[in-house]
Structures are given as C-alpha cells and as structure tokens.
C-alpha cells in the first residue's frame, strides 16, 4: 500500500530527534501541507532539522510536552515519537524518561482528542524484554523486569501503549502503535551508546571493539529509510492493533561488529565486557503482520545501510558531514 498524506497537517514529537528529523522529511515528499516538529533538544539536535529550514511550511517548537501541547489550527495527526532511547541516555535522565513516556503521551494523546487527529505512538521492541518467544510476535506479552535498570524505558512505553489503547477505546480516537525494533543510519548521535554508533566511533578512533557477553546475542538491525516507510504506511492504514516494524535478518553481536570492521576496512580487535543487567539475549522481528496489512518488508541491505551510515559519521568526524 502507498501513503499519501496530500494537504495534511502533522504535529511530530521529538521532531528534532534521529527518528523524527527523517520523519518530518518523510511526511512533506509524501504531500503534507504543514509539519510543526516539537523538541526539547534533551537528546535531539537542531542541526537534524537544518535541511527542513527553508520550508517556510515547516515550523520547529522547542517545548517540554510535559509541560503541555499546544498547537494552533486544525491538526491531522499527530506522530509521538518524543523519547531518549539510547540506554546511556535514560540510565542518565530516568525520571526524564518516564515522564515523556507518560504524562508527555498523554499531553500528545490530549492534543490529538482535542483536533479529532489520527495518532500514532512510537514504541519500541523493549516491551518484549528478554524474550521467551522467538520471533517475536505482536500478540507476545513480553519477559521484562519492572525493577531494572532499563526498567524506566521499558514500562515508559509498555504505559503508552496501555494508555493510547485506553483512549481509543474511551474517546474512539484513531490510533496507531508501531513497535520498532534497532534501527541505524545518518542522524545518530556518535556518543549516543547504541551498537551502531558505538562500533563506528571505536573503529574510527582505532579502539577495540566493545563485545559484551559473549557477543552470541542477537540482534536484528533495520536502516532508517526502511523504518520511516513502515511508519507512514502505518499511520495511513486503517489497522490499531501494535506493528512490528525492523528487519528480521538476526545476527550475532559479533557478526555485527565484523561486518562494521569489514565495512571500514579496520583489523581493530574485540574487548569482551560483562554483560549488562536485563541485556536481552535475543531480538527478532515477526514482521508478518507488517507484510500482509501493510504491503511493508525492508529493502536496504546491511551492507548499503552501513556504507551510508558510516560516511555520515566520518563526516560528522571532520566536522563535514551534512544531516
């Protein structure tokens, strides 16, 4: 299916964000009539959005949506993608996490009602925790410790899908849940903590390789472009129920770090570290509801996503790199 968004008004929150930045983009090829992008630059930059500037149907609100969301005019959806999602970022700000994750949704939730707008929620394949199911599928309650130390993130997002699914059924809003699974590519902050940043700035400052565990964790890795395309196809759709979205190609931590190393032509070594409590072990996408609901799969390959990725952040590196 293809998404049109002819003559719409869209609010994203943390528009300013890696995911957000590329979504605002999205939106205007696809039509839109207006995007107003809502950040507090917590762990977004404005530099993300210097490509969108001169569109004078473009606007930037820096704003705490938990502090409240206001926008002026008609609105026809509203994208709630506003969250640190890197676990240096809300081991460091975890009040900050929660709060988005709650009050901030609820704000966005407020907004949508409020304009009758089609809302979608960004969650995250975290909800699964450590998976006893592999694939994971939607219809899968998840393996996850309330308590831990990535527990602020985790019942962050399983509280937004709760209460999003609450207002749809209180108030009939339109409403969509999309749960992304890792994603990369331009836009990622260097320092962010992730896997893919982590590995490209070790190869690049000709450190070793940081393998935690024993590296035979897995992990599926699905590129920017591909992500964004399952979000608009999502939010024009007419299905509420939560959609995996991530490239099911799984592999080792340690196939990972090799194809990084063979991607930037680097022999530098690997440094096991202990695994961190509450790492999953697995992390696999069951995208066979995106497939038939949305006529999505990804189709940028690990090899030109990473070639992409990795000139950026040796731009970034020189101090070139454009967004």
């Known amino acids: 299916m293809a998404a049109t968004f002819d003559g719409k008004r869209a609010v994203v929150t943390g528009g300013a964000g890696f995911l957000g930045s590329h979504l605002c983009e999205r939106l205007f090829s696809l039509g839109a009539r207006e995007v107003v992008a809502v950040d507090n630059l917590i762990t977004g930059h404005e530099r993300n959005l210097s490509g969108l500037r001169q569109n004078p149907a473009f606007r930037f609100v820096q704003q705490d949506i938990t502090e409240g969301l206001r926008v002026k005019g008609p609105v026809d959806y509203v994208f709630n993608l506003a969250s640190p999602a890197s676990p240096i970022d809300y081991a460091q700000i975890p009040l900050e996490t929660l709060r988005v994750g709650s009050l901030g949704t609820q704000n966005a939730l407020e907004l949508?009602?409020?304009k009758r707008a089609v809302f979608l929620q960004a969650s995250t394949s975290e909800i699964y925790g450590d998976p006893l199911e592999h694939p994971q599928r939607e219809d899968y309650h998840g393996n996850v410790d309330p308590t831990g130390p990535?527990?602020?993130y985790d019942e962050a997002k399983r509280y937004g899908e709760a209460i999003v699914s609450a207002y749809r059924r209180l108030y009939r809003l339109e409403t969509r849940i999309v749960?992304?699974?890792n994603t990369y590519g331009p836009r990622m902050r260097l320092e962010?903590?992730?896997?893919?940043?982590a590995f490209v700035a070790q190869v690049l400052s000709g450190e070793p390789?940081?393998?935690f565990g024993d590296g035979k964790q897995t992990r599926s890795f699905c590129y920017v472009s591909d992500l964004i395309d399952g979000i608009v196809r999502l939010a024009a759709s007419q299905v509420r129920d939560p959609v995996n979205i991530g490239n099911p190609r799984e592999m080792t931590i340690l196939q990972f770090a090799d194809a990084?190393?063979?991607a930037m032509g680097s022999k530098v070594p690997h440094e096991f570290?202990?695994?961190?409590q509450g790492d999953p072990k697995m992390r696999q996408p069951d995208i066979t509801r995106a497939?038939?609901?949305l006529g999505w799969e990804p189709k940028v390959s690990l090899e030109e996503g990473l070639a992409e990725t990795i000139r950026y952040f040796r731009g970034i590196a020189r101090g070139t790199s454009a967004p």
């Open 112 to 114: 949508a009602k409020g």
């Open 192 to 197: 962010d903590g992730r896997v893919v940043p």
């Open 150 to 152: 990535r527990a602020v």
């Open 291 to 293: 497939r038939t609901l």
């Open 273 to 276: 570290r202990p695994l961190p």
């Open 209 to 211: 390789l940081t393998i």
């Open 179 to 181: 749960r992304i699974f």
């Open 260 to 262: 990084v190393r063979d």
